[in-house]
Structure formats: structure tokens, C-alpha cells
């Protein structure tokens, strides 16, 4: 259970630049002196700390686990495995398995909390975005039965799936729309042509997944490592408040499928032609295999993993991406506080915390009870450091994931 109200922040170079400019033309109806109807002049502004007073801020966070816990103990009766191996490899003690909860059900719980924290009301919502590749439906999509759930009237609603680096995505398209807004708000005084679209001054971002149905539970290599639940932020505009410093996110493609999941359907009424439905899967499967032509892949609604190749992959791969977010904020990686990150495996956290020669006692270390949540992972994971209290105002952190397709993405933030 967790729930807590979180002064955040949420600031990056755009909303820097929104910044200046909304606060010019404050100044300017206010004085007359200085405008932005010059827009080299607001563009060659170098950004200075005390202008940094306006952006999207974090002002809520929650998350929701099923009930059951599955210890490594319990996993031990079904596969070959132990607690001390798991303990071993991953950190992992035990995760929660969603038996009756829904996607919807832990996300609708999740964002209420984060809702709450925030003191924002349901019709006050704008946008509302989960992340996740375990929806209850394809369509709807889970936004769309969590806005339902939650009767958040007004928002715009949708899905984002990039994997368990999901979080970061999502958070980006958000602080995006907000910016953009924001900026639509300055009309002609904006050096930009800038589309109007939705005013969008609060949303909700949730990252949700049910691992567990998706898992291959004879195979040992991932069922010890997966786990269900959901994270939720609030993000708001504020015309007062710092944010995110930067972000960065990248795409690495996946030749060989190293993380994959097939996405199985029931075509045994396929009614175009007299075949079965293996030669149906293959067929819709030929983009892929004409790409990848080599390659032999179970066809399977369950997740396939290459365990060592992920694992030198993200452990560089997150260091990078925090050090990235550092350099495009300026920030020097000793001055951030806490790096929050994907949940995958306590050896890669150590590990990138080793190779960015960072304190890991500043990295939120969650696993343990939790596994590995995919989208979830990085939004429960700062629930907790806010829940532990690690982190305080004017703090700067870092959000860091990774993970299918193959995604990664990184967010500095002041909180
Ligand atoms: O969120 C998406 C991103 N995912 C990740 O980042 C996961 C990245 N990968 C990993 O975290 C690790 O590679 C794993 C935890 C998946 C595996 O750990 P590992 O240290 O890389 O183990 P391994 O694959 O090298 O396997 C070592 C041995 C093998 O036995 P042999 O061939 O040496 O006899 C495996 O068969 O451990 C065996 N093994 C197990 N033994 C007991 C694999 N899984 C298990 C298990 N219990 N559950």
C-alpha cells in the first residue's frame, strides 16, 4: 500500500525556453519592456537556473500489487531452480502474481493513488497514457478502460508499448503534449509555428503489466524473474516550478529477437482459405521471417529471452543512457541524487552503478520483492524511493529503463 503527496518537479530544454518566453510576456504586459515578439531574442536567451521556474511537474505517484506473493520456494516446486540461485543471479526474493486482478483493476489502482497524492480530481485530468504490453483488451485499450474505470471525463486517452523502457516513453510524450500546449498558449509571441491541439495542463502516466500471462511457466530461464503490477505518476503544468532537465531515448534493433513475444490469436475460423492455423501464424508472421531469414524462433504467446545478451547489453546500455541525460542537462552524474532504474536484475543495477563509478547505495534497488514488472518497473520503483523517502525538493534524478525492441530512454529531472 502506498500513497504519499510528492512536490516534483518537471522541467527540459523546451519547457526552459517555454519558460522564458511565457514569463516574458508576463513581464511584458506587466512592463512594456521586454517582449517576445522578437523571437532571436528569446532563442539566444542563455538558459539561467533562476529562469528555470515553470514546466511540467511531478506531483502525485502510486503503485498497486496483486495480492498473492510467489516466493522463489513456491517456484521451486514447478521448475528446477532455487531460492539461492534466483537470490544469486537476480536479487529477486519474491514477486506478486495477479490471479484475480485485471491489468485495468492494478492500473485503475495505481493511478487513483497517484491521483490522490496529487489532490487531483478525476474530471480535472487531460491526458492519460499506460504503457504496457499486457493489456486486458486490445480494443479498448487499457488507457481507455482505466480512463472508464476512473471516470476521467475530459482525458484523451491511449497505449504506449516500448517494453520496459516504457515509463521513460511515456513520461516524454506527456511532458511533450504538456509543452506543447504550453506553448500553443503563447500564440504570436512564439518564434514557432506551433499547431494548436489540447489544452493539456495535468496527466496521468501508469505503466502497467501482467507478466505473468505471458510467461512460459516450465521455463525456468525467465519464469523466476517475472512479476506483476503497476506505477503511476501525475504529471501537472506549473508556472512556478522546475522539471526535467533532459531526456534521451534510443532504439537498438533486435536482430537475432534476443527479447521476444510473439502475439498468438485464435484463427481456427480463418475464413479465407482451407488451412490450418500454424500456416496462418506463418504467414502472418512472413515480414518477420523475411527479415530475419536465418533465424528459428518458438512461436509463442510467451516471453523468449537470450538472459546473457540482455544482460551485457543493458548493463552498458544504462550507463550510457544516465550519462546521456547528464550531459544534455549540464549536470555533472555527482550531483544526481538518485538514479531510479528499470528493475530487470539487482546484478545490472550494480553493475552500471560499477561502470559509472556512482554510489549504488544512490540507486533504488526495488527487485527484491517485486521481480522484474516491465513498464511498471522504473514508476513502482520511484513510488518507493518517494514512499522510503529518498528523495527531497531540488533533488535531481534520474529515471533510466531498457528493454524490448530493443528500447532504452532516460529522464533528469529536479524534484
Ligand atoms: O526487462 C528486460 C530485460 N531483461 C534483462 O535485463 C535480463 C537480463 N539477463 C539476466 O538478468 C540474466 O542473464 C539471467 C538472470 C536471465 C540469467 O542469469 P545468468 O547469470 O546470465 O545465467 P545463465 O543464463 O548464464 O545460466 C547459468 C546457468 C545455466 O546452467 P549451465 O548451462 O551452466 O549448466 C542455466 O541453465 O544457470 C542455469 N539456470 C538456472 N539454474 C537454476 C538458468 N536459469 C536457472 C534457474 N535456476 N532459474
Redesign the pocket.
Known sequence: MFSAFYELSHYNQASLFVGACLRDQANASATSTIGCDDALACKKREPDLKRMDMGCTLTGSGKALPQLAVTNDD?AKI????DE??VE??GIHERHIAVEETSTDLAALAGKRAMDAAGLQPDEVDLLICMTITPDSVVPSEACLVKARLGLERAVAFDLNA??AGCVYGMEVAASMMEASALSRLGASSPLRISQGNAIKHALVIGVDRLSRITDWTD??????FGDGAGAVVLSWDDEAPGILSSFLENTDDPTLA?ACDQLRDLSTFPFADISQDDVCQIMAASLDEALPELERPRRASIS?Q?????KW?SKAMADAVMKACERADVPLDEVSLIVP?Q??E??IRFSAKKLKFPVERMQISIGSVG?T?AS?VLMALADAYAEGRIEGGDKVVLVG???GLTLGSLLFVA
Open positions: 517456484l521448475v528446477d531452480t532455487s540461485w534466483i543471479r537476480t517494453a520496459c525456468r530461464t525467465t519464469c523466476v524473474l527479447l529471452m538472459g546473457q545478451k540482455i544482460f543493458a528499470h530487470a536484475n546484478r545490472i522484474n516491465s518497473s531498457f528493454g524490448g
